[in-house]
């Protein structure tokens, strides 16, 4: 049975679409949007391919300065093509680091490059040992230990493999499984809901990789196709993961956007399957309208087309018809952040070519209603149609957890707070706050101790005390407790 908390009513109305550009290095091929230096705000990183007529391959970061503009702060030579560049909490610091490639000419060795602690003059080298062509990256939990574990794809090489974290940031060599295909993506989820994130790598198979303390349990999903995307997502709201695949058809710009559902017991059924016109190669999973349900977003590389295509999820295992944006040349990728602290998730993306190019990175911002503009809006639209500018839920850290995580919340002005959790069945478990609580940042920690594994949703009212206006907020995240 499915669950929706309506926020707001929402008109969806596309037009023209309007996005603030930003000029970053050439051959811009990855992005990726978090808080780096921990002012409340998310930055931005860009991965490149090498290019032979600079002779530069690496990763630029671009600063939020608080209200969604960025100014390009630092480049880093890495001299390896990024196809997957990530940021992710790897030690026992707050502060994330940046996941990224190195490669080693000399020693014709390929690395992992962890840049840490937003110390750029701080990055440490894990070596893959290997030169085939580690191209697909990925990270999660793998061994239910708390900390971030790396994982792997050389397509070439027909291989995954997965780099073990100690806790303190410091990685195991790659241990590596071989398969009798070429694999197109990699990804990391729980899909059993026992703690541990399990492993999916697509090709011309779909293959899950239970994990377990003793190892990993092995289930074939298909072998009929080939896929070469790949996420995994909780997308119909049943409190379990599913997998959502791209792959190609026959002429080779038909191609399908799948849907395998999983029954909570990792039996994996399609479920949905549109074909679309050229092939998907920037799968993203975001909420957008912020219905309680995960929308997709992809990037298509149809001649002459390439562009940003978002379908809205119907909450009825049904989606949209594609919605094009950004209408540029050689869009390679995107991603989705919400970049101007306004409750709604933007769009990044990036534009590819190896000679110069001004303006290959866009920011489309979303103003609340699934139009997307130039500026960054300010405030949140709530169920009632008024504005409280600057109020900001943060995710929880962590997501999933167990058995405590941390919810950061902003007020921009005094209010009457009150926050509770909800079961996936909509009953109330618990009320965490229902108090007055001054301006500023807040943080409240939740011990989940005596509650079971699964989906719970957290419920922020705030109602403003000024004395001359009425405002409220209302915002519904979901979390998950992993034990």
């Known amino acids: ?23 970053v290095p050439r051959a811009a091929y990855s992005v990726y949007a978090e808080d780096l230096d921990l002012d409340g705000d998310k930055d931005i990183v860009v991965g490149h391919n090498y290019n032979s007529q600079t002779e530069w391959g690496g990763v630029s970061i671009l600063q939020n300065n608080g209200e969604g503009e960025f100014t390009l702060i630092d480049s880093i030579f890495l001299f390896a093509w990024q196809p997957d560049i990530q940021i992710k909490n790897l030690n026992l610091n707050e502060f994330p ?7 080693n ?6 690395y992992i490059a962890i840049i840490n602690n937003f110390n750029l003059g701080d990055i440490s080298h894990f070596s893959l040992n290997t030169n085939e062509g580690v191209g697909i990256i990925s990270s999660g939990d793998i061994d239910n230990d708390n900390d971030i574990d790396i994982v792997v794809a050389s397509h070439s090489g027909q291989f995954w493999g997965v780099m073990g974290n100690d806790g303190t940031g410091q990685f195991s060599s790659p241990e590596y499984y ?4 070429y694999p197109g993506g990699i990804a990391c989820g729980d899909l059993n809901n026992d703690g541990r994130d399990d492993i999916v790598v697509c090709g011309l198979k779909l293959e899950v990789y239970l994990s377990y303390t003793y190892g990993f349990e092995y289930i074939l999903v298909d072998e009929t196709n080939y896929q070469n995307e790949l996420k995994i997502a909780d997308i119909d709201n049943d409190g379990d993961n599913d997998l959502i695949v791209s792959r190609y058809g026959a002429p080779h710009l038909q191609h399908f956007l799948q849907i395998y559902e999983n029954d909570d017991s990792c039996n994996f059924t399609l479920e949905y399957e549109v074909q679309v016109l050229g092939g998907i190669f920037d799968l993203q999973i975001v909420e957008i309208n912020n219905d309680g349900y995960l929308d997709i977003i992809y990037t298509k590389d149809v001649p002459d087309l390439d562009q940003v295509f978002l379908r809205m ?8 018809e594609e919605i094009s944006y950004c209408a540029n040349l050689y869009c390679i990728g995107c ?4 970049l101007d602290d306004n409750g709604w998730n933007d769009i990044i993306t990036i534009h590819y070519i190896h000679s110069y190019l001004p303006g290959n990175l866009h920011i489309l911002f979303n103003d609340g209603t699934g139009n997307f503009v130039e500026e960054p809006p300010t405030g949140i639209i709530e169920n009632e149609g008024r504005v409280i500018n600057g109020f900001t839920l ?8 167990n058995p405590t995580t941390i919810i950061k919340y902003r007020l921009p002005e005094e209010s009457k707070v009150t926050m ?46 000024s004395q001359t206006t009425e405002k409220r907020f209302l915002k519904v995240m979901k979390m998950v407790l992993a034990k």
């Open 420 to 465: 509770r959790i909800f079961n996936i069945l909509g009953r109330e478990i618990a009320t965490l706050v229902d108090e007055h609580r001054d301006t500023g940042y807040h943080i409240v920690n939740w011990n989940a101790n005596g509650f079971a594994s699964g989906v719970y949703l957290l419920r922020i009212e705030a109602q403003s005390l």
């Open 394 to 401: 943060y995710q929880n850290y962590p997501n999933p957890f």
């Open 178 to 181: 071989y398969v009798d295909y």
């Open 335 to 338: 991603f989705s952040a919400d």
């Open 97 to 103: 680091e940046i996941i990224a490639k190195h490669y």
């Open 1 to 23: 049975m499915k669950y929706s908390i309506l926020i707001c009513s929402i008109l969806l109305v596309f037009t023209s679409i309007f996005a603030a550009e930003y000029t």
């Open 105 to 110: 000419s000399e020693e014709e060795n390929e």
């Open 313 to 320: 999820n119907n909450a009825d295992g049904t989606f949209s």
